[in-house]
Nanobody
Framework: QVRLVESGGGLVQPGGSLRLSCAAS????????MGWYRQAPGKQRDLVAI???????NYADSVKGRFIISRDNAKNTVYLKMDSLKPEDTAVYYC?????????WGQGTQVTVSS
């Protein structure tokens, strides 16, 4: 059974930082591209950042220079370090594991940026 479990969300003031984690089980983690997506109320789910199986990364323009995605294959975990958070970063953040055959999502973690 595949499980992706996100953690690390919460309430933070503008300009603050958070680090999200996504622990994976039931897959050969190193073979998967891992991504972070977010969905704000009433909006579609959008890509935030992705890291491939060979650790190439790509970011949405809105988070470049503020967010960093990384992975630890020994711990089957992907991280999203978020700095200089803005109110518009408020959303549910989802972890995704994908490869040619196989596509899995976590349950999401809420991030709220507010004073």
């Amino acid at each position: 059974q595949v499980r992706l479990v996100e953690s690390g969300g919460g309430l933070v003031q503008p300009g603050g930082s958070l680090r999200l984690s996504c622990a994976a089980s039931g897959i050969i983690f190193r073979d998967y591209a891992m991504g972070w997506y977010r969905q704000a109320p009433g909006k579609q789910r959008d890509l935030v950042a992705i890291i491939t199986s060979v650790s190439s990364t790509n970011y949405a323009d809105s988070v470049k220079g503020r967010f960093i995605i990384s992975r630890d294959n020994a711990k089957n975990t992907v991280y999203l370090k978020m700095d200089s958070l803005k109110p518009e970063d408020t959303a549910v953040y989802y972890c995704r594991a994908s490869r040619l055959v196989g596509d899995y999502w976590g349950q999401g973690t809420q991030v709220t940026v507010s004073s």
